[in-house]
Nanobody, 116 residues
Framework: QVQLVESGGGLVQAGGSLRLSCAAS????????MAWYRQTPGNQRELVAA???????HYADSVKGRFTISRDNAKNTVYLQMDSLRPEDTAVYYC??????????WGQGTQVTVSS
């Protein structure tokens, strides 16, 4: 059974930084991509950043130049380095794993709060 465990969320002042981690376990099918999404109350979950099996990355326009997604294959962990944080980055951040069969899995989410 696939498990994704996020950590690293918290409260930070505007302009500060946080690093989120997502530790993955239990995958028996090849992973196609890992991604970070975020969600605020009353809104749909939105893609923040993704990293694909070949190493390519994709970012939402709102975070380009401020956030960096990376992975440590030896630790089965994906990171999201968030710099120059803004109050509008406040959300619950979720890790997602997509596998080649088309299935995908979610972590439990971690709260990020940016104060002005």
């Amino acid at each position: 059974q696939v498990q994704l465990v996020e950590s690293g969320g918290g409260l930070v002042q505007a302009g500060g930084s946080l690093r989120l981690s997502c530790a993955a376990s239990g995958s028996i099918v090849r992973v196609y991509a890992m991604a970070w999404y975020r969600q605020t109350p009353g809104n749909q979950r939105e893609l923040v950043a993704a990293i694909f099996s070949g190493g390519n990355t994709h970012y939402a326009d709102s975070v380009k130049g401020r956030f960096t997604i990376s992975r440590d294959n030896a630790k089965n962990t994906v990171y999201l380095q968030m710099d120059s944080l803004r109050p509008e980055d406040t959300a619950v951040y979720y890790c997602q794993e997509s596998v080649v069969t088309g299935s995908y899995y979610w972590g439990q989410g971690t709260q990020v709060t940016v104060s002005s």
